[in-house]
């Protein structure tokens, strides 16, 4: 899969969604750039429409649908910051829209969906049971399921997180991304791995959501538990096509604790006024509790910031 995912692809994902998304900030960072001893640049998806990255994707992925895709509506499951970017997709182009999310799925994020006009489901136990659940009902309704990391359109609409980075930024040496199901590294890594194989790629996750670490580590694909975790963003097993893209697109992943994503939250907020969920914490916290050493100029994905407001406090208060 990786190999066929070009920057081609990346660029004219950019030119069709520019309208409906906004460019984000990249913004030195003072403490990460002593750390790392040179630039470090936080990109903030945070700050995205929808509150994360994952609009970018869905709405290139929406935008590429047939006449008859579009007139019959889609369907996706999500962890909610997929979700909230295909309701918002859907709506600007007038789509129909069911998302399926876990029922721990936080509720900023499915009241977000709702708001936007989607059907919602909350009750699956957890983000693969929903993906499951939502595949069929896409099959028996005829309805397209928005995968929410793969596809090749789906993944060029991420891409353009690095297609900006690299213009803000031409002497980029290094990026780190958040990993999940690959959907991020897997646009960003089509760009840079063609057009700048100079640039190292790493990624970070939480201990209780490291599908990509531990089957990269074990060679194979391996299956982890659904517990808990801040970084519920990134939860879920991955696949095959998931496993190829890590495998070509990382240089090393980093695997942050529960309290390092606390404390990288709180970081996030005391040091740049920025309110970011665990699922996004986790590149700055791998550079901020030195996981991985960064060639600079580096830049670090910040890629979402979706999180309930007594979680939040509570986080933030406890680690000031």
């Known amino acids: 899969m990786f190999e066929r995912l070009r920057p081609e692809a990346v660029r004219a994902a950019a030119k069709r969604i520019a309208p409906h998304i906004k460019r984000t900030r990249l913004v030195l960072s003072r403490e990460l750039s002593e750390i790392a001893g040179g630039d470090v640049y936080l990109k903030f998806e945070n700050e995205q429409i929808t509150g994360s990255f994952k609009l970018r994707g869905a709405l290139n992925a929406l935008s590429c649908l047939s006449s008859d895709?579009?007139?019959a509506g889609i369907v996706a499951s999500s962890a909610g910051n997929h979700g909230m970017g295909v309701a918002s997709a859907a709506k600007t182009l007038g789509i129909k829209a069911k998302v399926?999310?876990?029922?721990?799925?936080?509720?900023?994020?499915?009241?977000?969906?709702?708001?936007?006009?989607?059907?919602?489901d909350d009750t699956s136990a957890d983000y693969d049971v929903a993906m499951e659940v939502a595949k069929a009902f896409g099959k028996?309704?005829?309805?397209?399921?928005?995968?929410?990391?793969l596809g090749d359109d789906l993944i060029a609409g991420q891409g353009t997180v690095a297609l900006e980075i690299l213009e803000d930024l031409p002497a980029l040496k290094s990026l780190v991304?958040?990993?999940?199901?690959?959907?991020?590294?897997?646009?960003?890594?089509?760009?840079l791995r063609h057009e700048r194989p100079d640039v190292r790629i790493y990624g970070a996750q939480s201990v209780n959501t490291a599908a990509m670490?531990?089957?990269?580590?074990?060679?194979?694909?391996?299956?982890?538990?659904?517990?808990?975790?801040?970084?519920?963003?990134?939860?879920g097993l991955i696949d095959a096509d998931a496993f190829d893209i890590g495998?070509?697109?990382?240089?090393?992943?980093?695997?942050?604790?529960?309290?390092?994503?606390?404390?990288?939250?709180?970081?996030?907020?005391?040091?740049?006024?920025?309110?970011?969920?665990?699922?996004g914490a986790c590149a700055a916290g791998a550079v901020l509790f030195k996981k991985v050493r960064v060639e600079t100029?580096?830049?670090?994905v910040v890629s979402g910031g979706n999180i309930d407001q007594a979680r939040w406090t509570e986080i933030t208060a406890k680690h000031q």
Request: hydrophobic residues 40%; glycine residues 12%.
């Open 69 to 71: 895709q579009k007139a």
């Open 297 to 300: 100029p580096c830049a670090v």
């Open 247 to 279: 495998t070509h697109g990382l240089d090393g992943i980093a695997v942050l604790t529960e309290d390092e994503i606390a404390r990288a939250i709180a970081w996030c907020s005391r040091d740049h006024a920025a309110r970011v969920e665990g699922a």
């Open 100 to 120: 399926y999310v876990p029922h721990v799925a936080p509720e900023v994020k499915k009241s977000g969906i709702r708001a936007l006009g989607a059907e919602l």
């Open 140 to 149: 028996q309704h005829g309805r397209e399921f928005i995968n929410p990391c």
């Open 177 to 191: 991304v958040n990993v999940g199901g690959g959907g991020l590294l897997g646009g960003c890594a089509s760009l």
């Open 213 to 235: 670490s531990k089957s990269l580590a074990a060679g194979k694909i391996v299956d982890i538990p659904s517990v808990p975790t801040l970084a519920d963003g990134l939860a």
